[in-house]
């Protein structure tokens, strides 16, 4: 399996972006798709999860503005991010767990800077 996150960029302060994440293979619809975030000096934390049923979670810093969801036909995950604040920043990756094993993306960098 093969993970591409697109969609990074800068942005103000209150702005909005779409991360997407495209998986190659066939296990895409039965994976638990995550998107996690490394702000600079600091360790990876989850960002959000989506199972392959659609149940969500969020880390609590985002609940509200940020949105995880998937399209299975597409092989996509998707992270829809609103009103974006300076503590945002960071590299944002995406996560394919399938039996207890992680594939990850390369990575998208995400700044909101004014």
């Known amino acids: 399996v093969q993970l591409q996150a697109s969609g990074g960029g800068l942005v103000q302060p209150g702005g909005s972006l779409r991360l997407s994440c495209a998986a190659s293979?066939?296990?895409?619809?039965?994976?638990?798709m995550s998107w996690y975030r490394q702000p600079p000096g600091k360790q990876r934390e989850l960002v959000a999860v989506?199972?392959?049923?659609?149940?969500?979670n969020y880390v609590d810093s985002v609940k509200g503005r940020f949105t995880i969801s998937r399209d299975n036909a597409k092989n996509t995950v998707y992270l829809q991010m609103n009103s974006l604040r300076p503590e945002d920043t960071a590299v944002y990756y995406c996560?394919?767990?399938?039996?207890?094993?992680?594939?990850w993306g390369q990575g998208t960098q995400v700044t909101v800077s004014s």
């Open positions: 996560n394919l767990r399938y039996r207890g094993t992680d594939q």
């Open positions: 293979g066939s296990i895409f619809s039965i994976a638990v």
């Open positions: 989506i199972t392959s049923s659609g149940i969500t």
